[in-house]
């Protein structure tokens, strides 16, 4: 199966910087989208980076300007570094990818289990 980690979560203050990693493992025959959601405490989990299937990357419009996503060549390590952090970026962040594997041949989602970003002075 598909194993998804995140890491680097913490508390920041506003206007500090922080960064985040994803890293991913398993039987993955094709990878479609892959990216980063977050839930703050009372929210709906939201969008806020991702690449899509074509290599595209599409942001949360609050974010744009203000964080970064990227990943390495494998498409196994993701990262999402995030500048002039706001009280309302506080949430878990959680990184996912959609993917094919040995076992699942449609593509399916795979979760991390979500790190804890505060923004808080």
């Known amino acids: 199966q598909v194993q998804v980690v995140e890491s680097g979560g913490g508390l920041v203050q506003p206007g500090g910087s922080l960064g985040l990693s994803c890293d991913v493992s398993g039987s993955i025959t094709q990878m479609f989208d892959m990216g980063w959601y977050r839930q703050a405490p009372g929210n709906e989990r939201e969008m806020v980076a991702f690449?899509?299937?074509?290599?595209?990357?599409i942001y949360k419009d609050s974010v744009k300007g203000r964080f970064t996503i990227s990943r390495d060549s494998t498409e196994t390590k993701m990262w999402l570094q995030m500048n002039s952090l706001q009280p309302e970026d506080t949430a878990v962040y959680y990184c996912?990818?959609?993917?094919?594997?040995?076992?699942?041949?449609?593509?399916?989602?795979?979760w991390g289990q979500g790190t804890r970003v505060t923004v808080s002075s």
């Open positions: 690449f899509t299937i074509y290599g595209d990357v």
């Open positions: 996912y990818c959609r993917a094919k594997t040995t076992t699942m041949l449609d593509p399916t989602n795979y």
